[in-house]
C-alpha cells in the first residue's frame, strides 16, 4: 500500500471527502453486483490537500459501495471508513485517518478469513453513552448474519459485543440500506432480521445488545425509512 501527498499545506486539517478510485476486475466476488472492485481511496481536507492511498496491484481492494465519514476517534472530526478486502482473507473494516500531518490507516479489524466473504457497514457512534465511540456492522450478512460491535478507545480497536440473526444487504444491491439512529436516550442500530422478515433496533448497554422489533420488513426503503423518529 502506498499513501501519496498530492497537494501540500501544512498545519492540522479535517477531512473533509472521501471517494474510490482506481478500478479493477482481479477480485472475481462480484458481491455488489458487477465486476468492478477499487485499488485507490482519494481523501480531500478542509485545507485543499489531496491525499490518495494506492493499494498494491493485484492485491487488497475496496470491496465497498462509497467511503463513509464517521467520527470513530470521538474527536468531532471525521476519519474516512471503508471495507478493504485481501482476496486470500476476506473483508475487514479499516479506518483511515489524519495522523501528524498525514492520511493514516489507524485501525482495522482482522480479515473474515477466507475468500469471498464480506462484511457490510452499519454506523457509528457513542452507543452505551461512555464517552468512547462504538462501530457497528454485519459480519457476512448473506451468511454468518452476525452485527459485531467494535470500539475505538485508548489507542485500541477492539471487539465489544455481538449478536446473530441480523443482516443489512443481499447479494447484488449496490446500497446498503439501515444505519443508526438517535430517538431517545440512545442511539439504536436500524438492521434487518436474518430472514428478512422484520426491521429490528438493537441497543448496546456497554455490555451486550438487546432487540425489538419496529415492524415488518417490505423493501430496502423500509430500513431507511426507519431511520427517521417516529
Not at 147 to 168: K, Q, Y
Not at 196 to 211: E, P, Q, V, Y
Request: aromatic letters at 8%.
Amino acid at each position: 500500500m502506498t499513501l501519496a501527498l498530492c497537494a501540500g499545506a501544512a498545519g492540522a486539517e479535517e477531512i473533509e471527502s472521501a471517494r474510490y478510485d482506481g478500478p479493477v476486475t482481479h477480485y472475481d466476488h462480484g458481491i455488489l453486483g458487477d465486476a468492478v472492485e477499487y485499488s485507490e481511496l482519494v481523501v480531500k481536507t478542509d485545507r485543499g490537500r489531496a491525499f490518495r492511498v494506492r493499494l498494491p496491484e493485484g492485491g487488497r481492494v475496496f470491496e465497498d459501495t462509497m467511503p463513509r465519514l464517521w467520527d470513530v476517534t470521538g474527536d468531532g472530526a471525521p476519519e474516512v471508513v471503508v471495507v478493504e478486502t485481501d482476496p486470500p482473507r476476506g473483508a475487514q473494516l479499516a479506518i483511515y485517518g489524519m495522523t501528524g500531518g498525514r492520511l493514516a490507516k489507524i485501525a482495522a479489524t482482522p480479515h473474515i478469513g477466507a475468500t469471498h466473504r464480506w462484511l457490510a457497514p452499519v454506523g457509528a457512534a457513542d452507543l452505551d453513552g461512555d464517552g468512547t465511540i462504538e462501530v457497528a456492522f454485519v459480519d457476512r450478512p448473506h451468511l454468518a448474519k452476525v452485527l459485531r460491535v467494535w470500539r475505538f478507545g485508548g489507542g485500541t480497536f477492539r471487539e465489544v459485543a455481538s449478536l446473530e440473526g441480523a443482516t443489512n444487504h443481499r447479494i447484488g444491491w449496490d446500497f446498503i440500506p439501515g444505519g443508526v439512529r438517535t430517538c431517545g436516550a440512545a442511539p439504536e442500530i436500524i438492521v434487518a432480521s436474518g430472514d428478512w422478515t422484520r426491521l429490528l433496533a438493537l441497543r448496546f448497554d456497554g455490555r451486550n445488545l438487546s432487540s425489538r422489533t419496529l415492524g415488518p420488513y417490505r423493501d430496502p426503503s423500509s430500513l431507511d425509512a426507519a431511520l427517521t423518529c417516529p
